[in-house]
């Protein structure tokens, strides 16, 4: 393992993404992106993912000049044509836009079609939490996990994250599969075998092998209700924003696919938690919040950083093998390292 | 067990309500949302549930001439106060007034705050899913889940719901405790054992026990992804909605609190399926679904009838136990029966 300062990591995941081909300010946004998950401790959505985001820029699967070409415009819903641009800067764009529009309106949705991997979901709920709405963000990806009773892969590990106003904030930031499937990439490049019930090979059975399960089959989050949830999850993105269901998303980790557009659609959902007590009383949340912790527990998320505060002078740590990757890439774009 | 015709089970409802000071409308909606739950296999929050409305209505815990007041009016956001009326039709008056809203701006919200017990939650999808929205929708109810790594109850079954316009419909239902509270008082009313897993005691250690996991803890759905979803569901009605707690909310199976107001908050979003689309494309919804079964499975829900096409000759079963409530409840109110 390697400790990298988090601005040195900032500045060269920005300087990757410029030299590939990304303009300033949306490289900017997407290493921040990146480099907020390694602080999250969800390193499995942070650098890690950097190298497949180059080489998939540099084949043409994501495009770098793209834009956000807006196609619906409702007063309280957006979609976006993501032109096959990286997921970060596209989904952080539609929290902003689905920010205005609620507290405009009260409640306010945004979707992004024809887009690509995102890192971590939860972070896109930081643009609306800070304006004291609930956010709501799903996206969807390749398949990996069969519908309940089936056996074939037609969901992806279908994730929904959330962000509750609390102070700090509270984040939700789950996949409705048992596991995500960056948690069992990020095994498999670690070494390490899965824990019992995250996934099945790609004959269907049981598997502790990480590189089995990557070719194969995840498990959905408690049998049929994590299933019925990531029905939710792919509906509200591949089947009604699109263009790609989960089953023709491309795998990003799979160099022969590189060239192919993900075609991923993300949909995020701004709810304006000020307007919504019918009493007028907005003390509720504190009281929950105090209660939660009294009962022994405590709100999901709570230790994270907002992206836009993270300490520069923090270290993270990545595996020697992201390490050696990011200096190949730093050596072939001409990049100081 | 005892067999009745739906029709019969329908008339019987709206009568008791009326009785009990329901106008007839309310009555009538409410009876046909308690015997779609049976109708749809889900006796725990069907008829079983009508003495105890009954005895609530009665004793002042439910107030038969409730209206919905509006307290707040965006527009893509109300929010009604719901005056200690039945929740099952106030939630139905909500999702009519969510599919209105999000028909004209895109998207939508409506919350009920100061409502009650409303049954099953996947029938108030139904009015948006059928003009080709998808709805989602979250109750909140009596404390029986406690914080991840918590030890007292701080969170309801917290029920998520969600239509998805597929033909039929895609209807989710789901608690995001390990089982819902329902089935388990289903099970203590049938005096059969509970599933490992389900629940605990109230000294925190797990239990068969249907009687003494209803004065226990729930377990939620796959730990703490479970607890993760129940704080979105209670952040969205009981915590930003109000005006109650899940943690301060009766038990509506405990007669000593039949006069305590529930003060119970609902919350539904409703999405224009038809405006989502970022290329114009509508034929993913079907091939979607024909993929689903071509894989081995099943959407959600898909063989559950629609509330308003009940078939009033079918047959429900109901308990012996429950049919000799009725009964009592006929004699009381003055209805035949």
Redesign the interface.
């Known amino acids: 393992m390697t400790t990298l300062n988090v601005g040195k990591a900032l500045n060269l995941a920005t300087k990757l993404l410029v030299r590939a081909g990304l303009p300033d300010g949306e490289a900017e946004t997407s290493a921040r992106c990146i480099v907020t998950s390694d602080c999250w401790g969800i390193p499995s959505h942070g650098l890690m993912r950097l190298p497949f985001y180059l080489e998939r820029i540099l084949a043409g699967g994501i495009n770098p000049n793209a834009n956000m070409k807006k196609?619906?415009d409702?007063?309280?819903?957006v979609?976006?044509?993501g032109e096959n641009g990286l997921g970060h800067w596209q989904l952080q764009q539609a929290a902003y836009r689905a920010t205005a529009l609620?507290q405009?309106?009260?409640?306010?949705?945004v979707?992004?079609?024809?887009s690509s991997h995102c890192g971590a979901l939860g972070i896109y709920v930081w643009p609306m939490v800070t304006q004291n709405l609930?956010g709501?963000a799903f996206s969807t990806g390749p398949a990996v996990m069969?519908?309940?009773?089936?056996?074939?892969?037609?969901l992806s590990t279908s994730p929904?994250a959330?962000g509750?106003p609390t102070a700090p904030p509270?984040i939700?930031d789950?996949a409705t599969s048992?596991v995500a499937r960056g948690k069992i990439a990020a095994k498999a490049q670690a070494g390490e075998a899965l824990e019992p019930g995250w996934a099945f090979a790609a004959d269907g059975l049981p598997t502790l092998v990480a590189k089995e399960a990557l070719t194969g089959l995840l498990a959905p989050?408690?049998g049929?209700?994590?299933?019925?949830?990531a029905?939710?999850v792919?509906?509200?993105t591949?089947?009604?924003?699109?263009?790609s269901?989960a089953?023709d998303i491309p795998d990003m980790f799979d160099s022969k696919q590189a060239a192919n557009p993900q075609e991923i659609?993300h949909?995020v959902?701004a709810?304006?938690?000020a307007?919504?007590?019918?009493?007028g009383?907005h003390d509720?949340?504190a009281?929950?919040q105090t209660?939660?912790t009294q009962?022994?527990?405590?709100?999901?998320g709570s230790g994270r950083v907002d992206p836009a505060d993270l300490v520069e002078t923090n270290e993270i740590v990545i595996s020697d093998t992201i390490w050696t990757q990011l200096h190949v890439w730093a050596k072939r774009l001409g990049v100081s390292f």
């Open positions: 196609v619906t409702l007063p309280s819903l979609i976006y044509d609620a405009r309106n009260g409640v306010a949705a979707g992004v079609g024809r609930v709501i069969p519908p309940w009773n089936g056996s074939s892969a037609m929904i959330a509750i509270t939700i789950l048992a989050l408690g049929a209700k994590g299933y019925a949830l029905v939710l792919e509906s509200l591949g089947v009604l924003v699109g263009p269901l089953k659609s949909f959902i709810i304006d938690a307007r919504l007590s019918v009493d009383k509720r949340i009281i929950f209660e939660v009962a022994g527990g405590r709100l999901p």
